[in-house]
């Protein structure tokens, strides 16, 4: 079953949350998608169906989900799995043995592991590089690169790469480009306008947005890759859940307006951290002095709600004694959800990446990352000027 979403291009976002994909229950007029919690379909004479066989192949939640989801990037098909890392699988498996793929320096820990741990074991080959300059990845393109990966912005050091700039080297390569969309969100940027081939999303962040469901997403608008993406979606299963799949219509339904309040607090605790006199540096793409600003301000509508910065006295007690001393922000993995989280990468979200790449690709012992909420902001600004006075 294909999620072909092209007749939602003409709705502004605020209104595709809400609308894209979705339909009334024609059994009942139920506004709100139902949960078809159903593991198989009655069908009226073997092979015969109403589109539906098996929950593992097509569930109908799930399908209002991902017809939403691929609307809000402008795309015609969108593919949901059990976890961002299981999107992430099933992108991995359009490559072969003998593959290469030019990754981003700056990756999220949970790809880094999948790619060097898993998929290297089959003779696929990651190069991990810095893209700041985007020119700079012409010189590890080799004829074997068949992919090229990237975060923007990254995670944890907030790196915009120019996505126009990366498209345009790989077309004439014939190189797919992947782009993990999961800081910015479709709210703030949608590469598949930009060039893109396929994008990813971590649904479990800011797209379900309250801290209560795991999924990913893979969403492009190539028949040939939606046909592979599909595939291995049901032959290898790792598929939501319905109730999931309501949650997360659920949650999108929000999405602009959390964003947006999430955005405004970010500002205010950015230029306070940026203005403490024991940070040494904060990660931000809304600076003008940050390294792209001027390409975020080309490819995204905003500058998002993440956070980075490290301290002066770079340690990593340090980073454990602060983030051990809020208390609105809960120290947690994860990001997104309408609560303000901090973390540290380097004991937790990227602990699997060796500290002498991390180092290299900026994520210091002592940096810190935010996922700012939808709190009033005094209160936030008030707990992190609290837990700076126990250090």
């Avoid at 080297?169 to 969100?185: C, E, G």
């Avoid at 607090?265 to 003008?288: R, T």
Wanted: charged share 20%.
């Amino acid at each position: 079953m294909r999620y072909i979403c092209t007749q939602f291009e003409d709705m502004r976002f605020g209104t595709k949350v809400l609308h894209a994909g979705i339909e009334p229950d024609p059994s009942t007029g139920a506004i709100m998608t139902p949960i078809f919690q159903t593991s198989t379909y009655v069908q009226e004479s073997p092979g015969k169906h109403k589109g539906y066989e098996y929950a593992r192949t097509q569930n109908p939640t799930r399908t209002a989900l991902q017809n939403n989801l691929a609307a809000l990037e402008n795309a015609k098909h969108g593919f949901c799995f059990g976890s961002g890392m299981a999107a992430t699988d099933a992108i991995a498996r359009l490559l072969k043995p003998g593959d290469e793929v030019i990754a981003i320096d700056d990756l999220y820990g949970g790809t880094y592991r999948i790619f060097t741990k898993v998929y290297a074991a089959y003779g696929i080959k990651f190069t991990f590089v810095p893209m700041e300059n985007a020119s700079d990845i012409e010189a590890h393109i080799t004829t074997a690169t068949k992919m090229i990966w990237l975060e923007t912005p990254t995670n944890p050091t907030l790196k915009v790469i120019d996505i126009k700039r990366v498209t345009s080297i790989a077309l004439k390569h014939q190189i797919i480009v992947v782009v993990d969309n999961t800081f910015a969100t479709p709210y703030l940027q949608n590469p598949l306008d930009l060039g893109a081939d396929i994008v990813i999303h971590s649904v479990t962040k800011y797209l379900a947005g309250h801290s209560d469901v795991v999924m990913g997403a893979v969403i492009c608008n190539s028949d040939e890759i939606a046909e592979r993406i599909e595939f291995y979606q049901n032959a290898c299963g790792g598929v939501p859940g319905p109730q999931d799949c309501f949650l997360a219509l659920r949650g999108i339904k929000t999405l602009h307006i959390r964003m947006q309040r999430a955005e405004e607090n970010a500002l205010q605790i950015a230029h306070f951290l940026k203005s403490n006199e024991k940070v040494a540096k904060v990660n931000w793409p809304g600076f003008p002095d940050h390294i792209n600003h001027s390409i975020a301000l080309e490819q995204m509508r905003g500058f998002g709600a993440m956070i980075s910065f490290s301290l002066k006295d770079d340690t990593l007690e340090n980073a454990s004694i602060l983030t051990s001393a809020t208390h609105l922000f809960s120290l947690a993995e994860s990001l997104g959800g309408v609560e303000s989280l901090i973390g540290h990468p380097a004991t937790m979200t990227h602990a699997s990446i060796p500290r002498s790449e991390r180092l290299k690709s900026g994520v210091a012992d002592s940096l810190i990352r935010l996922s700012v909420g939808i709190e009033d902001v005094q209160d936030l600004l008030e707990d992190l000027e609290n837990a700076f006075k126990s250090i």
